[in-house]
């Protein structure tokens, strides 16, 4: 069950539903106290001007995503006001949008198990209150036997009146309610188990995604890909009685495309690391080496569902990396799509492999702009934590995209890379190897891999996104545990940019 959205233009004083969502700002350095965000005047009269000194007293500061309840006894038609707190302006870094995404978010959690709830953060930035809104109240019940009924399942809050006097709220709800669709898409893809979600029946669901959409598919097979040469995707994928594929899904972009874009992401449907193994410690968390392909195909079909004016095709290797008599071995010699060797040092080095065949598929297509997202490096955590991404490629594009991960609060930083690590990859025997032999700038290294295929003077960039992709931590904002559907927004913004400005 899912939650529905609704717009309503009503005062939130007398509007019918279990509980009314209102937004609370901390106390300013000279201010006197907690504030009300605006849009909840009328909550606010409803309690004789004095719902900050009642919030205050059972607890509320105003810090970011703090929840406080208050029974309304009867002073506004709802018998629960529900205070979330923004945090201050620029908190953490979250832009104005972001602060309203997150509270909303946070407000959705807390609203778990509630049958109809009433949101004066529509007020604030519809949007932002309808993204946040059905992305806090995502749960991913597929597996609990009860579903979400049960007691292990929980129970998403049924319906969210959103507040608003916009007049073109029923756009907006429209396009917000599509991309928080396409994120809770690849979180679904990502939080489905290994065992049900392998390159066969992952590619199924792509083709069954896209053709809904209307997007064209083609499905490479393991005797596909043999024909054609892709090495890089069959020698990591040969390990597994799974057999690899290769997806492509197009959108046209209509009739007058302003531009073409290759998006190329990660599926590695389980990474045991193959040979060079993995510690057991967290290996589950590998069921999410396929983020940046559910992330590709999501933002692949949200484009089409909005009628981008950008062609976008979306080209995604699918393997699943495992350690057997078939498998892969230090030391082998891989031919990649377009004849370039690459002499194998690690297996774990798996995703960087498939990747290349893929970025060079991509490349046939002589597109505008080439994205690249996959849950690359371990060292990409390492250097910028669980929430950042590391956002690597040719300078402008690279920056460009940096700051839509920004602005739409999925989190990243421009990276270098920088030239003189590019030896570190030479090879004895190929062309280049797909490890170096230390450790040091790790996520870089991997983008320096990559971008030996891209092909010369196509502006491009690579999001490692190891971290962001997949929340091992409890609930935050609009995030909850398990895959987050990063970076569905920033890539969608990036090609609504380029439908935009080119
Ligand atoms: N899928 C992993 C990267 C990863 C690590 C993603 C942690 C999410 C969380 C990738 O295939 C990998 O194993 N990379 C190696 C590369 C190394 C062998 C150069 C790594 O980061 O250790
Ligand atoms: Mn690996
Ligand atoms: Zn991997």
Redesign the pocket.
Known sequence: MSTELRIRNESAATAEGDAVVVGVLPAEADGDGLRLTPGTEEVDAAFDGRLTKELELAGATGKAEEIVKLPTRGAITAPLVVAVGLGKPGSEGASEPEQVRRASGAAARALSGTGRAVSTLGRLDLAAAAEGTLLGAYTFNAYKSNGANGANGKTPVGQVDLLTGDDTAEETLRRATAVANAVRTARDLINTPPNDLYPETFAARARELGEAAGLQVEVLDDAALAEGGYGGVLGVGQGSSRKPRLVRLTWSGGDSPRAKVALVGKG?TF?T?GI?I?PAANMD??T??MSGAAAVIATTVLAAQLGLPVAVTATVPMAENMPSDTAYRPGDVLKMYGGKTVEVL?T????RLILADAIVRAGEDAPDYLIETS?????Q?VALGTRTAGIMGSDEFRDRVAAHAQTTGEGGWPMPLPDHLRPDLDSRVADLAN?TSHRFG?MLA?GIFLREFVPADTPWVHIDV??PA?NAGGPWGYTGKGGTGVPVRTMFAVLSDIAENG
Do not use: R
């Open positions: 590695i990474d690391g060079s993995k968390h590998m999410s080496d690690n774990d080095a798996e995703g849950t690359l490096t371990g060292a955590v490890v790790g991997a190891a971290g997949f």
